[in-house]
């Protein structure tokens, strides 16, 4: 047993301290091959330099949550071999980083002037607000300057994004959006580790790049899978990466052992210069080891055996990085020893700095970054003329006559398209065949199939796509085929696209505009797959805006402002169009043609917050939205012949909920029912009767769905609100 492991006391952070400090002063450094490759010597005494600070970083954040003075701690030692993948990349390449990635900023930060690495994570290890990425939100990873938006995900769910970022590098080849950042010959990177390769994220972000590498369209991605042959506790059998791995088809295979910095450098730079080439997808297979346990108080001696942990820890890379750098000429075991002691002795002196910087106290302080920067825009928010005649055709004469939701959506999907070269669609079936219920016709024709992208079947890639697309300056607008399917890929706006802006201090954000077909009372085409009315999960993400129109006017104008949210705004705007109102043409008998709408002028849009109100009685006000609307207004007539004084209000816009408008609209109102097509429980009804509990005088009652799901057949429609429960629940109320 050697002397620095009889401290039993000690942990393992200390234990691979002390290990390094004994065996490089007795030259006792673990056995390898032979330095090799294109690794020069200034690169290698970076690489090392950037493993010497990555390790004092880690001992540092233990240390200072042990005092109470920092907050969260997950380490990068053992992975220190990443600084070498950087070293092989350009500082302009975007990276989408595992969170044991600090040894890749570091040695990025070094090749981009003005950097202070240490400084800036030990302010986020203490979770000052002068934290320069998350503002003392989160311990992340992550850089503006260094091209890194920061990562909170553990499963790899921000690997759809970085397939999206790079399928958006071809395409701003063929149309540069003003707001595009990377550069045409760039690569995107994502690092990940190996248990994380498992996840369902992970494998259809693998498959969606290796499906576009199949069809010849570029998709210049780095993977860098990260093998420390362990998630948390549950080991990876080993082999598993390479036999799953090194023979899939559109996705080249290479290797490195990642405790060489020589080797990692050279299969690195091997990998990214065959992606640049290429623009094909390449997959780097690094072996690396896991030191310490996975997070914060974790001990790796209660799921592995003391000898397994002492056999990785025995294997460290700074030891095998102090061996090659001497066979190579570049630094001496006694001068790499003095680098690592004076590294860790100036990151201490820093921490005791660091941790006396101001934190976030406030619930004003931490949401202050949910909301992104407004940024300026050079394109007019009007159509082009010259080019909208010739794209309508004859179309543009059918705008005079009453049309349905589905038609006015398409043509105003068409003028913001036309208006607005970097808007781009994309989703299942929305191209050649314009979408389960037509709603995109036409648009691939008119636009072109780069800007309406039929998808392979995979919600988490369509959502991904898009949030990638998002960071090199495109405003994407996905298509989620059924409200039901969001359910397959939710994580990558609750997790990925709205926390953004909040881990970056809003200094990145995903703009786009989701579409949604949703909500209920579809007759023939039905059951819960294909009819959700549960929106609670989109109302629940912080910083999410949620519209649901009523009919194809509103729709389009809502569509309008949706797009200038996300364009000007930054905003993730979700959209639920209700799929039982796209047909829908007649109201109060067949024929009439009652719920056709004229297609509102292309300059007209409906801001956010604006609701809704028809007529001016005082007796009730119905407050609802999406189908809803429609049902009052076929209850209308039987109320009024009950003599109520009736108005009804659509709220349009359920997150956030326009609280001062719908106050205003109800203001003068003696009873309040509330028409929600939603659930009983976790539906809009509740917060609205929250609200106007709060702020007013008037009797309310609400109508919602039945926390059930929904059938197919003739019970369509019988767990949710229909025209004679509106007219009875309304009654009630008013005592009429």
Known sequence: MRPFESAVLMDRCEIVHAAVLARAAAGDLPPGRAPDGPLSPELAEAAFRAGCLTRA??????????????????????????????????PDDMAFLHYRDAAFQIARAGQVPGQTPAWDMLLSFALSSEDPISGGRHKVLGSRDLMIPPQTSTIASHLPKAVGAAYSIGAARRRRPEHAILAPDGIVVASFGDASANHSTA?????????????????????????????????????????????RPGLAYFKADGLDIYDTFRAAAEAAAYTRRTRKPAFLHLRTIRLYGHAG???????????????????????????????????????????????????????????????????????????????????????????????????????????PMSRLINWALTDLMLAHPEIVLMGEDVGRKGGVYGVTQKLQARLGADRTIDTLLDEQSILGLAIGMAHNGFVPMPEIQFLAYLHNAEDQIRGEAATLPFFSNKQFANPMVLRIAGLGYQKGFGGHFHNDNALAVLRDIPGVILGVPSDGAEAAMMLREAVRLAREEQRVVVVVEPIALYPMRDLAQEGDGGWMRRYPDPTRRLSMGEVGVSGDGTDLAIVTFGNGVYLSHKARAALEAAGIGLRIVDLRWLSPLPKEALTAAVADCKHVLIVDETRHSGGVAEAVMAHLSETGTARLARLTAHDSFIATGPAYAATMPSVPDIVQAARALTGR
């Open 203 to 247: 494998q259809g972000a693998f498959n969606a790049a290796q499906w576009a590498a199949y069809q010849s369209v570029p998709m210049p991605l780095l993977f860098v899978c990260e093998d420390n042959g362990i998630g948390i506790s549950t080991k990876t059998p080993r082999g598993w990466i390479e036999a799953t791995f090194a023979q």
């Open 57 to 90: 970083l880690d001992r540092q954040s233990r240390a200072m949550q042990r005092a109470g003075q920092g907050f969260y701690t997950i380490g990068s030692s053992g992975h220190e071999g990443m600084a070498a993948v950087a070293l092989a990349l350009r």
């Open 297 to 403: 108080a974790d001990v790796p001696t209660s799921y592995l055996t003391k000898a397994e942990v002492e056999a990785e820890e025995a294997q460290d890379p700074l030891l095998h990085s102090m061996r090659l750098m001497d066979a190579a000429g570049v630094m001496t075991p006694d001068a790499a020893l003095g680098l690592y002691t004076d590294t860790c002795a100036e990151v201490a002196t820093l921490a005791e700095r660091a941790v006396t910087r101001p934190r976030l106290v406030t619930a004003r302080d931490v949401m202050a970054s949910l909301i992104p920067h407004a940024r300026a825009n050079r394109a007019a928010n009007g159509p082009v003329p010259a080019d909208r005649a010739a794209t309508f055709g004859t179309d543009l004469r059918a705008m005079d006559a009453p049309q």
